[in-house]
């Protein structure tokens, strides 16, 4: 009797249309980072990480503070890749790998001592140049910096007409010699935290910028601000709409 009772069960479920589940999409994964370089008006060869953007959206030349190197930047770099964001990470001069300068070897040791801080921004100069002999117009080269790399980054956009925008992590009014310059009329997101002093002040006085945008993170200096989820969601979404 069970087995005359099971076997049209079993026909039953044999007979039942199986459900095509779609299989799941790929994640996107971030695009791989090259390893580029190019010299300065004054002979610096400046390292470089690029991710290439997709059509139509712009690469971003992101700079580091002092004793730091470009790496700092990289997660943020990777997560902007998956929107289409190119960025172009770039060693100060005397950082990372962009160690030969015009006298040799050399590192920002004596910088302070010499004065030479506001040179660097040819670095940011030069990147731009490389980016146009890459194909990317004017109009798609933004800038953006922590710490003294925000206003070095605040000094190049500002002779940069067509820019697009600029942002800037933890600048202050003036890093070792380098003033923070915003041009009228580029579009700006300054970011800080209430616990960096000079940041902090120089972030609020741009509030009354109309074409600049101000985020306060909870802690944190240049792209530590970036650790805060909310923070780094807020700037993220600035660059996407400030991208169209």
Do not use: C
Not at 25 to 31: D, E, G, N, S, T
Not at 52 to 66: D, M, S
Not at 231 to 236: F, L, N, Y
């Amino acid at each position: 009797m069970r087995r005359a009772f099971l076997l049209p069960v079993l026909l039953l479920i044999a007979a039942a249309p199986a459900t095509n589940k779609p299989a799941p999409k790929p994640k996107p994964k971030p695009v791989a980072p090259k390893t580029v370089e190019f010299r300065t008006d004054d002979n610096w060869l400046v390292s470089a990480s690029w991710r290439a953007a997709k059509k139509g959206r712009p690469t971003v030349i992101l700079t580091h503070g002092v004793a730091s190197a470009r790496g700092e930047w990289d997660a943020f770099a990777a997560r902007l890749s998956l929107s289409g964001i190119g960025t172009l990470l770039v060693d100060l001069r005397g950082h990372g790998a962009s160690l030969q300068g015009p006298d040799g070897r050399s590192d920002f040791a004596s910088f302070d001592a010499r004065r030479v801080w506001p040179r660097a921004v040819n670095d940011l100069r030069a990147a731009a140049w490389w980016l146009r002999g890459r194909g990317v117009p004017d109009a798609k080269i933004a800038f953006g910096g922590a710490s003294i790399g925000a206003n070095l980054a605040s000094r190049a956009a500002s002779e940069a007409a067509s820019a697009p925008f600029l942002l800037l992590l933890s600048p202050a009014e003036d890093y070792r010699g380098v003033g923070m310059t915003v041009r009228p009329g580029l579009k700006t997101l300054a970011a800080a935290s209430p616990a960096d002093t000079h940041a902090f002040v120089a972030v609020k006085r741009l509030a009354s910028n109309p074409d600049a945008k101000t985020v306060f993170a909870p802690k944190g200096h240049g792209v530590q601000l970036l650790d805060d989820a909310k923070t780094a969601s807020a700037i993220e979404a600035w660059i996407l709409s400030s991208s169209k």
